[in-house]
């Protein structure tokens, strides 16, 4: 029992370990959700020459309103951001299924899929930023008027900020973990800020 209370204790420190570093990569992520915000509306506000106080929302041109409603519009009809893939960890909170006083957080859904797999776009849009995470590989930012899509976990990158891009288009490879093997997908969904379950948006996921 003493050996089998040691290995828990163990096995719970490293998981929390990893919840850490989980955890400092998603505030990168709202972190620079954030400043896009802000710079998108310094920008806007300067064109228009008026004062935004707040950058919390993006201010939406009419051509950015409608591709924001066309997303709303498809809501639960998107398609996977893979072409084949089975989702192995959901968005939220889980608890652990070896260690019930452990729990884990998603802000998006982990897609497991084949060996050189591609992400795509799951709606049209346009890079908004390519960022390289540090342990985590690379993310691609897609904005659609007022929501984002990333694809993170990519071991290339096929496209480049400023970039339009379509549904179904081919952004870049998933990386392959050469530990478990496993090529692993971490896809999210916000709308501005707000972080939004992915499962509410693509077709049967």
Do not use: C
Not at 23 to 44: C, F, H, Y
Not at 53 to 63: G, M, N, Q, R
């Amino acid at each position: 029992v003493a050996s089998l209370l040691k290995d828990e204790g163990k096995f719970s420190s490293q998981i929390k370990k990893k919840q850490r570093q989980a955890a400092v990569i998603e505030k990168q992520i709202e972190d620079l959700i954030k400043e896009a915000i802000a710079k998108s509306n310094r920008e806007a506000a300067k064109k228009a020459s008026k004062k935004v106080s707040k950058y919390t929302t993006f201010a939406l041109t009419p051509d950015a309103n409608i591709l924001a409603a066309n997303f709303t519009s498809n809501k639960g009809k998107l398609i996977w951001p893979v072409q084949k893939g089975v989702v192995t960890q959901s968005f939220g909170s889980h608890r652990h299924p070896q260690f019930p006083n452990v729990t884990t957080n998603n802000n998006g859904v982990d897609i497991t899929t084949e060996s050189n797999a591609k992400a795509r776009a799951i709606f049209t849009g346009e890079v908004m930023q390519i960022q390289q995470i540090k342990g985590a590989n690379q993310a691609i930012y897609i904005r659609h008027g007022d929501y984002i899509t990333i694809y993170r976990n990519l071991a290339t990158v096929l496209v480049k900020k400023g970039d339009k891009v379509t549904s179904k288009q081919n952004l870049g490879t998933i990386y392959k973990n050469p530990i478990n093997g496993k090529t692993t997908l971490k896809f999210y969904i916000y709308k501005n800020a707000t972080k939004m379950n992915p499962a509410d948006w693509v077709y049967k996921m």
